[in-house]
């Protein structure tokens, strides 16, 4: 009998240690589970932040044309501009805009869709189509620009590129272009991106079809047209809002167009802005941007755009016949803005 019990109690003995066996061993497997599951919702989260992250990356800081009644609309019927006029300018000038920027609301307008001729304000279309080519990865800001016989031969406003100079990149151009207007750097950008004038101005139409640009042709890739027989860059305010806001929408537009004075290359030439506006002394407060424009058949052109308290106006005025009138109209049109947001 005693032999029987020794039997069960050394079995009993072995079940027991057995049983810690197994639990020890069985432990760490759910320990391990336990991880793996904190590794994958730590990585779910993980996956979540980098979308919402993108998505806030990709966000547009503005308004995006619609085809909502009383704002910028991208679904206006297309029109063309019937024959090439002499000139297109007004007393005090062609027509006017004003857009909340945030809504896209249109606060202002006088003759809103009235064909003219934007001039330099062209070049706000060369750098939103060059900025995109960088975000393709197309280009690179510090690539060297190759500086050719056609460059060298652009007049009016211009850095005088020399096909002996290496050392311009991109950046200069894109400087060059809204700071100083030069026309050559404007067609060294467009042979840059596009190898050839009339391939980027095909992207330049593309992209006004894109965002609903409807009355609006290009020629150029700079905006100096001054011949008779030739035809403009033709647009209206409303469209030149649209562009305005498409720029607004890229992170560096701004870094160029509120830029007052800047030396480039290694001869430093200095280009200081055509904006009177974004000056710190006699400016307009809160005015970052964007484009002047002028030639004798298209007159005195600017769209400005000035942020305040959060808020951001938009003003475009086209074919005026005066640049002081149009120096201050544009800054009425600006307060007129900040007035009817804030009431």
């Known amino acids: 009998m005693k032999k029987y019990k020794s039997i069960i109690i050394a079995f009993l003995f072995v079940a027991i ?9 069985k ?31 990709n966000e547009n800081f503005y308004y995006v ?20 006029y002499q000139s297109l300018i007004g007393k005090p000038y062609q027509g006017a805009i004003v857009v909340d ?8 307008q006088n003759h809103g869709s009235a064909f003219a001729y934007p001039a330099s304000i062209t070049k706000l279309m060369t750098l939103l189509i060059t900025l995109e080519a960088i975000d393709k990865g197309k280009i690179s800001l510090n690539d060297k620009i190759i500086i050719n016989d056609e460059i060298m031969g652009i007049g009016g406003s211009q850095l005088y590129l020399d096909v002996k100079e290496t050392d311009f990149t ?17 067609r060294a950008l467009s042979i840059h991106v596009a190898e050839s004038k009339i391939n980027f101005v095909n992207l330049m139409n593309k992209k006004a079809i894109e965002l609903g640009m409807n009355a609006t042709k290009y020629y150029s890739d700079h905006g100096l047209i001054v011949e008779d027989n030739q035809n403009l860059d033709v647009s209206t305010p409303h469209d ?25 290359g290694k ?26 424009g002028f030639t004798k058949r298209a007159g005195f052109n600017l769209v400005a755009t000035a942020e305040r308290d959060n808020k951001r106006i938009i003003a475009v005025i086209l074919g005026c016949d005066d640049k002081e009138i149009r120096n201050n109209t544009a800054r009425e049109l600006l307060d007129y803005g900040f007035n009817v947001l804030e009431k």
Do not use: W
């Open 267 to 292: 001869r430093k030439f200095m280009c200081s802005t055509r904006n009177t506006l974004i000056k710190k002394i006699d400016g307009y407060i809160g005015c970052d941007g964007l484009k002047t």
């Open 27 to 57: 432990k760490p497997n759910i320990d391990q589970d336990k991880i793996n599951k904190q590794n994958k919702q730590s990585n779910i989260s993980e996956f979540k932040t980098g979308y919402e992250n993108n998505i806030t990356m």
């Open 170 to 186: 991109v950046e200069d151009m894109l400087y060059a272009i809204m700071v100083h207007s030069a026309n050559d750097a404007a």
């Open 101 to 108: 920027a945030t809504s896209g609301k249109i606060l202002f």
């Open 240 to 264: 030149i809002a649209i562009l305005a806001l498409a720029c607004l929408n890229h992170p560096n537009t701004l870094k160029y167009t509120s830029t007052e004075l800047i030396y480039l």
């Open 17 to 25: 240690h057995i049983f810690i066996i197994l639990v020890l061993f």
């Open 65 to 84: 044309p619609s085809n909502e009644s009383g704002h910028l609309r991208r679904n206006k019927k297309e029109k063309r501009l019937s024959k090439n």
